[in-house]
């Protein structure tokens, strides 16, 4: 398995929301690593989705998703989460990210059961905060590039996807026409 190099991130994200299913997503801490398979993904663009924190114009929040794209963009929200994002777009589009709602436990996942203070593996990692929490991801991990092997980063994955399920985003009052949620079951 290797790193995914910033090209794959250099593409439409929509493509890109759908190709990190079945990644694997790793995080160190000091000598740790926890990993998990990506299960479940959403796209937000830019001009064309009023759902996207970049619909609207470059903020200090959003500003990663108009920056180098396989960086990563974390945000808080709901004044208690963090969210983590990959910034991904075509060259010709001036923003976008894949937010990453959730992996398949794979690796420390004593680690993200103390971190999460949770015993359910099936509920460790599976929506937007679970998965920051559980992979202790934070405001400090904004902006990181995922295309080196840090501290933060995804790998290609030996999961073969069979099957991806498409519906509206989770959460969003505005482009619910668009089916950009993805996710795929990780069979044990």
């Known amino acids: 398995m290797s790193l995914l190099p910033r090209s794959f991130y250099a593409r439409d994200t929509v493509t890109v929301a759908k190709d990190l299913l079945g990644k694997k997503l790793v995080r160190k801490i000091g000598n740790r690593t926890i990993s998990g398979i990506i299960t479940e993904t959403e796209a937000y ?9 970049a619909f609207r114009r470059k903020t200090d929040r959003n500003r990663a998703m108009f920056e180098e794209v396989g ?4 945000y808080f929200t709901y004044g208690m989460y963090f969210c983590f994002n990959v910034v991904a777009r ?15 436990p794979e690796k420390g996942i004593e680690i993200m059961k103390k ?9 460790l990692a599976n929506g937007p905060a679970k998965l920051t929490q559980a992979l202790k991801i934070t405001r400090k991990h904004y902006g990181l590039d995922l295309t080196k092997n840090s501290e933060l980063f995804i790998k290609s994955g030996p999961y073969r996807r069979k099957k991806i399920t498409s519906t509206p985003r989770v959460g969003i009052r505005e482009a619910t026409d668009k089916l950009w949620n993805f996710k795929i079951k990780v069979e044990q």
């Open 45 to 53: 663009r830019h001009k064309d989705d009023p759902a996207s924190h």
């Open 71 to 74: 960086r990563s963009y974390v």
């Open 90 to 104: 075509k060259p010709s589009v001036e923003a976008g990210a894949v937010l990453i709602r959730g992996i398949h």
């Open 115 to 123: 971190n999460r203070g949770k015993d359910n593996e099936k509920i």
